[in-house]
């Protein structure tokens, strides 16, 4: 399993991470300024996964993407004309990911048509393509929250009416639409649905998926077979100035060390427990979600239990970094008075400084979570997460 | 310093006085002039201050409330930065005096081990807020959060400045629009912002690593700047500001108020003038004899996708640059020029918070490379050439402006046609 960095808008402090079609001048940009400073592979995916993608825009002409000039309705021709300026290093194919939580399947049948449609229309452009011949095709896993249906598109990309040689991975899309509340997602909402999606698949190739996983999320994801993720979480986590402690290093004795359990964790904001008897519990019954993360109301501050919030006043005199032991520049430079002083002041150096933060944190909870499968210890990184970010002490187990 | 034997040799006398004249110290700074232009008044110096030794001429970029528009320090020094600005009243209202005083400084808080200057809050003031009244206690305001009363005095401001602990800290002063047309309210502005600087020097908790700077003012009036002179001259302070100006006057009347204050000002210490930031600006000050500058134009500008070039500014919004596949300026070391084009940054700019730092680390830069230039054209002794192939440059067919051609024709430099 690895870690990708989708990139955009190239600096060597990055703020946002996914590149997606935007406008007809991407035309113009070669390779070469694609890749300048980099040093990581560019992939490109169809919507932003940081946005959430408005619902009902997708037809027969095309897909709908929002750019910055306006909505632009892109066909397979299009799409692959971009692809061809970009050069990518891979690609997914042009896909109505649509239907949303609740999409009926007349819905669901339009959107695997039109995709299947647009995946056969991209096979053959990428192979008549002299421009792509450096570039990798991906194929969309969808069907939205269908199991039958999922399992039957990813049935038939098997089959004998796709051709196979032209396809290098899988991009699991339509399990969200994108946007900041794919974060309230958490594995039980997921696992079945992807389970339908992966099991007709070659075991070889690549899967990957994009949005705002949280990290439990991930894990359930990555148990799952899934090997590539985005930083939308750490982007999002960054936009509301968040800085991400939650642990996930497993030590040899659980009991030592800087990410033991109850350490350098401060959450300000964290509600975790809603009483059993509250209109908001009852209410909240109805939605297939866990407990454990509870939305602000609009006038406070949107966070979660894996961050600590920049903008809260207990910030403002203390001189330690943002999280005791990390290793990322802004931990070994600033404190979290200064930080809190940026935020506050709302100086774009703030979430410059977070997203450094947010991002090197990111990256070590990959490298522990291949650690983690190399030695068969998912479970522990599991329990870990679990327990010390919402200290419950029900047996969660990976389904 | 002359002694006995040497003071016998003729010429020595002469000798001695230059020497003398030429550097200056104090408890926390040291000036040294390197080299002198023939013709003009622009010089080349070395300025000792605690946390750097600063080459002069030199810029200061603003970096209003302990940052710099979205650059980390090590950026910001990248582009060359010597000194760089915060404001007392941004910074004494948040995180406040009390939490520089626990942290040991912005220094620390920010992580710039340069030299920093703060000015006194006064002119923040006077310009943001509504309800600012000025008394010869100090300035009088409404407070911006709650509504009350507050004072602004001379030694509250010192105290601040004290906390934040910048090399060179800025007296209070009374500032007056410069297109105020009473004279009496210069004439008394004057008056009290010597009597003000007696209070801030004797404020100063931190004279041996914190220089305090007196502002000369007199609105455009040259009697009253004379008076100004004087009076601040007579407190033998490690440098002086020339302040009041840059608030919309007409350039007819700026150059010659600066003309005059560098003429009466010591030559062995530093000249500042306040709020100064455009190319052209720059170089006629330094033949008029400035050593320092501040604005904050470069970066501001960047907020609106403008980028600095030798013959102004290019707005990147602009769709001639959609298929400009350039960077900004050839010439430019910056890692934005040596890393991205034109049309790159078109496609982001005003969209992307990254087109901002992008083109706030290209404008430092320029106009450090700009003051580098100039100092090393003075070293050369080729200044008076730098100012006419930098004027042909930004003026198309040697369109001079007339206020451009009368300041540096009274330094001696002509502006060929």
Redesign the interface.
Do not use: W
């Given at each position: 399993m690895f870690f990708i960095l989708w990139w955009t808008?190239?600096?060597?402090?990055?703020?946002?991470l996914s590149i997606f079609v935007t406008?007809f001048?991407c035309f113009?940009?070669t390779r070469k300024?694609l890749h300048?400073?980099l040093h990581f592979s560019v992939c490109v995916s169809v919507q932003d996964a940081a946005k959430a993608t408005p619902q009902g825009y997708n037809h027969k002409k095309g897909v709908s993407l929002w750019t910055?000039g306006g909505r632009q309705i892109i066909t397979a021709d299009k799409y692959m004309d971009l692809m061809e300026a970009m050069q990518p290093d891979w690609y997914e194919a042009l896909n109505d990911a649509d239907p949303g939580i609740g999409s009926s399947k007349k819905r669901i049948l339009n959107s695997t048509t039109s995709s299947m449609e647009y995946l056969k229309q991209c096979i053959t452009l990428h192979k008549a393509s002299q421009k792509l011949k450096g570039s990798a095709l991906f194929a969309p896993l969808l069907g939205g929250r269908s199991e039958k249906a999922r399992n039957g598109w990813s049935k038939s990309l098997m089959s004998t009416t796709v051709d196979k040689s032209a396809i290098s991975g899988y991009t699991i899309v339509g399990l969200h639409t994108n946007g900041p509340e794919v974060e309230d997602l958490q594995p039980v909402n997921v696992s079945n649905i992807v389970k339908a999606s992966l099991e007709p698949l070659a075991a070889e190739l690549p899967r990957q998926t994009a949005g705002m996983w949280n990290p439990l999320t991930v894990l359930q994801l990555a148990h799952l077979g899934v090997d590539i993720f985005d930083s939308t979480f750490p982007f999002l986590v960054t936009e509301r100035r968040g800085a991400l402690t939650f642990p996930f290093r497993l030590n040899r004795r659980q009991n030592d060390g800087a990410y033991s359990k109850g350490s350098c964790l401060e959450h300000q904001n964290k509600k975790l427990k809603v009483s059993e008897d509250s209109p908001k519990a009852k209410a909240e019954e109805e939605v297939p979600r866990q407990d454990n993360k509870i939305r602000e109301s609009e006038d406070e501050e949107l966070s979660s239990p894996y961050e600590i919030n920049m903008k809260n006043k207990s910030n403002?005199?203390l001189?330690k970094p943002l999280l005791e032991g990390c290793e990322c520049y802004t931990c070994k430079?600033?404190?979290r008075?200064?930080v809190h002083?940026?935020t506050?002041?709302n100086?774009?150096?703030a979430?410059?400084l977070l997203m450094m933060h947010n991002l090197h944190h990111w990256m070590d909870f990959f490298s522990s979570i291949r650690e983690a499968i190399k030695t068969d210890r998912l479970e522990d990184l599991q329990t870990l997460i679990t327990t010390s970010v919402f200290e419950s002490n029900e047996d969660i187990t990976l389904s | 310093m002359a002694t006995a034997t040497a003071a016998s040799l003729p010429g020595a006398s002469v000798a001695a006085a230059a020497a003398v004249s030429s550097s200056s110290s104090s408890p926390a700074l040291s000036f040294r002039i390197l080299a002198e232009c023939s013709k003009s008044k622009a010089r080349t110096s070395l300025m000792k201050l605690p946390h750097y030794a600063v080459e002069l001429p030199m810029f200061m970029p603003v970096g209003t409330?302990?940052?710099?528009?979205?650059?980390?320090p090590e950026q910001v020094k990248g582009a060359k930065a010597q000194v760089i600005l915060g404001n007392t009243y941004?910074l004494g209202t948040?995180?406040g005096k009390d939490?520089f005083q626990?942290?040991g400084g912005l220094h620390k808080?920010?992580?710039w081990d340069r030299a920093l200057l703060t000015d006194s809050g006064g002119f923040q003031m006077v310009s943001l807020l509504d309800l600012a009244e000025i008394t010869e206690e100090g300035v009088k305001f409404r407070s911006p959060y709650d509504g009350s009363e507050c004072m602004l005095t001379p030694e509250e401001s010192i105290e601040i400045q004290n906390a934040i602990g910048a090399d060179i800290m800025m007296q209070l002063d009374d500032v007056v629009d410069v297109r105020e047309k009473d004279y009496e309210r210069f004439k008394t502005a004057a008056y009290r912002t010597t009597r003000w600087l007696d209070r801030c020097i004797k404020a100063n908790k931190n004279p041996d690593r914190q220089n305090l700077f007196p502002i000369i003012q007199g609105g455009l009036f040259p009697d009253l700047r004379k008076i100004s002179l004087e009076q601040q001259i007579a407190r033998d302070a490690p440098g002086y500001a020339i302040g009041g100006l840059s608030g919309g006057e007409a350039k007819e009347k700026f150059w010659p108020t600066v003309h005059l204050c560098t003429d009466h000002l010591p030559k062995n210490k530093p000249r500042y003038c306040m709020g100064v930031g455009f190319a052209v600006d720059l170089v006629v000050c330094c033949a008029l004899g400035v050593d320092m500058f501040d604005c904050v134009f470069p970066t501001r500008t960047a907020r609106f996708g403008c980028a600095l070039v030798d013959n102004g500014q290019i707005n990147l919004k602009a769709r001639d640059f959609?298929?400009d596949?350039r960077p900004i300026d050839e010439k430019c070391g910056c890692?934005t020029c040596r890393?991205?084009?034109r049309?790159?940054l078109h496609?982001?700019v005003t969209?992307?918070?990254?087109a901002?730092?992008?083109l706030s680390l290209h404008n430092v830069a320029y106009q450090m490379r700009l003051m580098q230039s100039i100092r090393d054209s003075i070293k050369k002794d080729c200044f008076a050439e730098f100012v006419e192939d930098f004027m042909a440059a930004y003026y198309k067919d040697q369109e001079y402006p007339q206020w451009v051609v009368d300041a540096l024709a009274a330094v001696k430099i002509t502006l060929k046609k």
């Open positions: 808008r190239m600096h060597h402090y990055m703020y946002r406008t001048r113009r940009i300024e300048t400073s910055y403002v005199s001189m430079n600033f404190t008075a200064y002083h940026l506050i002041a100086e774009l150096l979430p410059v | 409330q302990g940052t710099l528009k979205g650059l980390l941004h948040r995180p939490l626990d942290f808080f920010m992580q959609a298929n596949f890692s890393n991205y084009s049309a790159y496609t982001i969209k992307e918070t990254v901002c730092h992008l």
